[in-house]
């Protein structure tokens, strides 16, 4: 169960309508169009860069081909190597790290999750939050939590969603993962 849903009753509240496992490195990550007739979306992410990036790189989501970076907005709390942060930002949504401070060795990253509210809305923004976990470094030396809370200033429903690593020229080595669950 996400930890995100809030169960009526059973298992079947939740179906995955999409997944994938990229096999060879990607720019890249698409949904397709994805399925309709669910109150919320769940995405789950294992992902990783397939090259060493400059730190504070994140993934951005992109709804229906929107790469307008003034239309969506995000805050973020959260914990580096215990020290509590915030951040706001009027810039595409940062949903995870995907840095790797030991040069050459890139790392998984984990745990993380975001829950789009009312996607097939038309008449109001698309609000989402993501929790997320990151490990930058094998010596366990950088690690991050973020509570993220992103708005998408577009009353269009959402029918795609595309991820995309924030510094140009990186990309998602194969082994990525995403899964996208439609909640009842």
């Known amino acids: 169960m996400s930890i995100f849903a809030f169960p009526s009753g059973g298992s079947s509240d939740m179906k995955l309508i999409f997944s994938t496992t990229l096999t060879s490195d990607a720019d890249t990550i698409s949904t397709g169009t994805l399925a309709t007739g669910y109150r919320d979306l769940v995405l789950v992410t294992s992902l990783r860069s397939d090259r060493v990036s400059p730190f504070g790189t994140g993934v951005n989501l992109e709804f229906n081909g929107d790469t307008s970076v003034s239309n969506y907005q995000y805050v973020r709390m959260g914990v580096q190597n215990a020290t509590p942060f915030g951040q706001s930002s ?56 973020n509570h993220i809370g992103s708005v998408w200033r577009n009353t269009a429903a959402i029918t795609s969603i595309l991820l995309r690593i924030s510094t140009a020229g990186a990309g998602f080595a194969a082994g990525s993962k995403i899964a996208v669950y439609g909640v009842k």
């Open 90 to 145: 009027n810039s595409s949504t940062f949903i995870t790290n995907t840095t790797s401070l030991d040069s050459g060795n890139v790392q998984w990253f984990s745990g993380s999750e975001t829950r789009i509210f009312d996607y097939e809305s038309n008449t109001k923004y698309k609000s989402y939050l993501t929790i997320d976990t990151s490990q930058l470094s094998s010596t366990m030396t950088n690690n991050f939590v």
